[in-house]
T-cell receptor
Framework: DTAVSQTPKYLVTQMGNDKSIKCEQNLGHDTMYWYKQDSKKFLKIMFSYNNKELIINETVPNRFSPKSPDKAHLNLHINSLELGDSAVYFC?????????????FGPGTRLLVL | EDKVVQSPLSLVVHEGDTVTLNCSYEVTNFRSLLWYKQEKKAPTFLFMLTSSGIEKKSGRLSSILDKKELFSILNITATQTGDSAVYLCAVGNNAGNMLTFGGGTRLMVKP
């Protein structure tokens, strides 16, 4: 029943490792997003993706890459993890191709890099 | 760069009180402003505002946008402990496909 789901919920890993977070939406939405929320609760867009374009927030390091096997999935792959990558990562989706619509968020993945 | 500032950063009230949360923004080519409520996990959508002066209302919550003065307020009347959460404001522009979020207001409602 879950509209936007993410796995895993928690991820603890060592610096330098490569990890992926998966996201799936069963809403039939066209656009998916990844956000990073830091310890101060600041929610920052990382990527916006639909079947026509990928928009990358220029502040996101290129160690982060989104991968979309199909319209319902947008996974986040992170290479060479750093301490500063520790945060909660939220996936979201929206019906159309514009971010300025209601976005539905997943439950978040709490990443801790040791 | 688009910018969204929310105030106050945090607020503690008692049940039954009325609160007003503020969101001011600087956006190139503004399109919409959205309010979200975040409890323990994911943000959940409250309102989307695109026109000035038109109040949106849902139960005890209401919100209004002023595009001239570049701000929005979120009002919660007769607060309940279940209203305790972080309230996030976000703006979208016509240029890109991203929302810019403010830092949130943490509301705590005491019994």
């Amino acid at each position: 029943d879950t509209a936007v789901s993410q796995t895993p919920k928690y991820l603890v890993t060592q610096m330098g490792n490569d990890k992926s977070i998966k996201c799936e939406q069963n809403l039939g939405h066209d656009t998916m997003y990844w956000y990073k929320q830091d310890s101060k609760k600041f929610l920052k867009i990382m990527f916006s993706y639909n079947n026509k374009e990928l928009i990358i927030n220029e502040t996101v390091p290129n160690r982060f890459s989104p991968k979309s096997p199909d319209k319902a999935h947008l996974n986040l792959h992170i290479n060479s993890l750093e301490l500063g990558d520790s945060a909660v990562y939220f996936c979201a989706s929206s019906p159309g191709t514009r971010a300025q619509e209601t976005q539905y968020f997943g439950p978040g993945t709490r990443l801790l890099v040791l | 760069e688009d910018k969204v500032v929310q105030s106050p950063l945090s607020l503690v009230v008692h049940e039954g009180d009325t609160v007003t949360l503020n969101c001011s923004y600087e956006v190139t080519n503004f399109r919409s402003l959205l309010w979200y409520k975040q409890e323990k996990k994911a943000p959940t959508f409250l309102f989307m505002l695109t026109s000035s002066g038109i109040e949106k209302k849902s139960g005890r919550l209401s919100s209004i946008l002023d595009k001239k003065e570049l701000f929005s307020i979120l009002n919660i009347t007769a607060t309940q402990t279940g209203d305790s959460a972080v309230y996030l404001c976000a703006v979208g522009n016509n240029a890109g496909n991203m929302l810019t979020f403010g830092g949130g207001t943490r509301l705590m409602v005491k019994p």
